[in-house]
């Protein structure tokens, strides 16, 4: 009779020890299911806000496989179509001197993103952001960018001014190589011109009348005729002397000018070899030329100067 009494107590303490067992794993699961229904809630909310990547995070709580199978049906849905929302962008930086920059800092709204590029895309919420980049011997640059829904490896090129200093054979564009110029060879064809004018002069003036002649009549002044010559032999005389004096000038000019156009070929600076855009200081500082023609009665000529 005692050991059926005992029985009832034994299955009743058993019973009493299994519910205390499961009664802790019941409270977390329920607990479990919360967490899942709260993440979804929350999502839900964060979705209509365009915060895509945070939005993300809540879905990656409910699609846990522990979350109630209907919360993991629709968050698992939810997260295909914000994965394919959710805009990235790949930077790439150049410097204003060639090349591509590697060691660039990336801050999107002041956050720092990326410290360097590699050219895989980066993940950034949908809307305008500023961008700005950094690199060592550069100045930063900042721009602002709209970025939309569902733009996947959107390029963002930044050209980076460089501040370091260029080297001094650098700091001047090359010239192009130069040889000698045709302006000397026009002075002296325009020279050449005047003393083959100035030698026509000269050879066809008329001859000079018996009457004004100083050699045949010594007792005459330079240009004066004896008393009571005739008006034709002074007028010839007159001509005599005008041929003269422009075939003079004219040849002295015209040798001056072929003197000079000559010396300025030979003393023209050149450089065939190329060189920068300072070459005109250097020929400055090679010396100074100049022809000075000069001519008078009965004669001419020219005087050639410089610093060699």
Not at 47 to 57: G, H
Not at 91 to 96: E, Y
């Given at each position: 009779m005692a050991s059926a009494r005992r029985i009832p107590l034994v299955l009743a303490a058993a019973a009493t020890l299994f519910g205390a067992t499961l009664a802790p794993h019941a409270a977390f699961a329920a607990g479990?299911?919360?967490?899942?229904?709260?993440?979804?809630?929350?999502?839900?909310?964060?979705?209509?806000?365009?915060?895509?990547?945070?939005?993300?995070?809540?879905?990656?709580?409910?699609?846990?496989p522990?979350?109630?199978?209907?919360?993991?049906k629709d968050c698992t849905k939810w997260l295909e179509e914000v994965d394919a929302a959710i805009p990235t962008l790949v930077?790439?930086?150049?410097?204003?001197r060639g090349g591509d920059l590697v060691d660039v800092k990336v801050l999107v709204d002041a956050k720092e993103v990326a410290t360097s590029l590699d050219g895989k895309p980066i993940v950034v919420e949908p809307g305008v952001h500023t961008v700005r980049m950094?690199?060592?011997?550069?100045?930063?640059?900042?721009?602002?960018?709209?970025?939309?829904?569902?733009?996947?490896?959107?390029?963002?090129?930044?050209?980076l001014r460089s501040t370091k200093p260029l080297p001094v054979d650098e700091t001047g564009p090359k010239a192009a190589p130069r040889g000698h110029?045709?302006?000397?060879?026009?002075?002296?064809?325009v020279g050449a011109a005047a003393a083959g004018a100035g030698a026509f002069f000269l050879l066809t003036r008329p001859g000079l009348p018996a009457a004004c002649d100083k050699s045949i009549n010594p007792s005459l002044a330079s240009n004066q005729c004896a008393a009571g010559t005739p008006?034709?032999?002074?007028?010839?005389?007159?001509?005599?002397?005008?041929?003269?004096?422009?075939?003079?000038?004219?040849?002295?000019?015209?040798?001056a000018a072929i003197v000079g156009g000559l010396v300025w070929h030979f003393v023209e600076p050149t450089d065939q070899a190329g060189g920068s855009e300072k070459a005109p200081e250097k020929e400055k500082e090679k010396g100074i030329y100049g022809v000075s023609p000069f001519f008078g009665p009965g004669t001419g000529g020219a005087t050639v100067f410089g610093r060699f």
């Open positions: 479990e299911a919360k967490a899942c229904v709260d993440a979804a809630t929350q999502y839900q909310a964060l979705r209509k806000q365009s915060r895509l990547v945070d939005a993300r995070e809540k879905l990656l709580v409910c699609t846990q522990k979350c109630p199978k209907s919360v993991l930077f790439r930086a150049k410097s204003d950094e690199a060592t011997d550069h100045a930063a640059e900042e721009s602002k960018v709209v970025v939309s829904e569902g733009e996947k490896a959107r390029s963002i090129v930044v050209t110029t045709v302006l000397p060879w026009v002075v002296v064809g008006q034709s032999d002074l007028d010839a005389a007159k001509k005599h002397d005008d041929y003269g004096t422009a075939g003079i000038i004219a040849l002295s000019v015209g040798g």
